[in-house]
């Protein structure tokens, strides 16, 4: 993780100098390198994101990938699948989830507890469970068990986050419940149960409304992720001509070939399990190397709704009709 970065600098380099403990920090991460690291300086913590599990797994599995001395790891994005993946190949003893932000104004959630799945747990009773909320559009507080955005209670009611004070103002929603308070949003779509465990579902704005439907790229991304047939899969919206709302196009690395025929009508089956159907990619594209991703390895999205199709000569484009995924043509784009 980049030192700018709250995990990197805040979560993981700091906690060692507050701990008198040893950080080791590398230029840049390698998954043929990780588990090397990690025994050559005898690592027993590390802090993640997500995506760096996932490339980890990816990987060819060796016989020696749990002789580590890791004991646990603190981070963020750790799906429930991929957790328990990670935990069963590399020995992991315990996971510690947490959802938070660089630019907060709080602690963050923490879900301590090793529950699969949950990037946080505050129990109902808690005083800390008034500090957080997850409201809806009109800043009413959702059920248990629904989605809303998360909201965090600025403590003194006064915030800065950052160098900037006009993004600040962005970020803050005053009076929400009585006069006089002030709330941070966060920007991301939480669910809480009954007992208090948090679940992150998706970001605000990572979404697509297709046939009068609200689609989460994150859902849709691992479904696709769960038929173990791919490496990397990246969701997003798109126009097509004579349709409104935008629909769904998955960019693809498969980790084997995946053709049209068989092997992309099973793909095709698995996801038919998992999604409505107004949730199933209409579009693939297969990619043959890793996206472009940003410097905490979270992949690049916004040029790839810009392509749309534009790089149908470059990689090999499918598209949904009639219950089955076939070869995209450029003539055949207009009658989609």
């Not at 990690?38 to 020696?64: A, K």
């Not at 690049?300 to 089955?324: N, S, V």
Request: overall charge negative; some cysteine; charged content about 25%.
């Amino acid at each position: 993780m980049p030192l700018y970065h709250g995990n990197g600098l805040a979560v993981a380099f700091s906690s060692c100098l507050e701990a008198g403990a040893c950080a080791v920090v590398r230029d840049k991460f390698s998954v043929g390198a990780f588990l090397t690291d990690v025994r050559t300086y005898n690592c027993d913590s590390v802090v993640y994101i997500g995506e760096l599990w996932r490339y980890l797994s990816n990987s060819p599995q060796q016989p020696e990938d749990a002789k580590n001395p890791l004991g646990v790891i603190f981070g963020n994005g750790l799906t429930s699948p991929l957790w328990e993946q990670v935990i069963e190949r590399f020995g992991i003893e315990k996971v510690v989830e947490h959802y938070g932000a660089t630019e907060m104004p709080a602690s963050a959630l923490t879900n301590w507890t090793g529950r699969p799945g949950y990037c946080g747990f505050i129990p109902p009773d808690h005083p800390d469970a008034n500090n957080v909320a997850l409201v809806n559009e009109q800043g009413k507080v959702v059920a248990p068990g629904e989605v809303g955005e998360a909201v965090l209670r600025v403590p003194g009611n006064f915030y800065r986050g950052y160098l900037d004070p006009k993004l600040d103002e962005d970020k803050l929603w005053r009076n929400l419940f009585e006069p006089g308070d002030l709330w941070w949003r966060s920007g991301d779509l939480l669910c809480r149960d009954a007992d208090g465990f948090f679940m992150f579902v998706d970001r605000m704005g990572d979404s697509f409304r297709w046939k009068g439907e609200n689609v989460s790229c994150v859902e849709v991304e691992e479904a696709i992720l769960s038929t173990g047939k791919v490496r990397e899969a990246v969701v997003y919206g798109v126009p097509i001509p004579g349709a409104s709302g935008k629909v769904g196009m998955a960019s693809i690395l498969p980790i084997e070939s995946l053709d049209e025929g068989e092997t992309l009508d099973d793909f095709l089956t698995h996801l038919q399990e998992l999604l409505s159907p107004y949730a199933i990619p209409h579009i693939i594209r297969l990619v043959d190397r890793h996206h472009e991703t940003t410097s905490t390895m979270k992949i690049i999205k916004a040029h790839l709704q810009t392509e749309g199709f534009k790089q149908i000569e470059k990689y090999p484009h499918f598209a949904l009709r009639q219950g089955r995924y076939v070869r995209l043509k450029r003539d055949c784009i207009s009658v989609l």
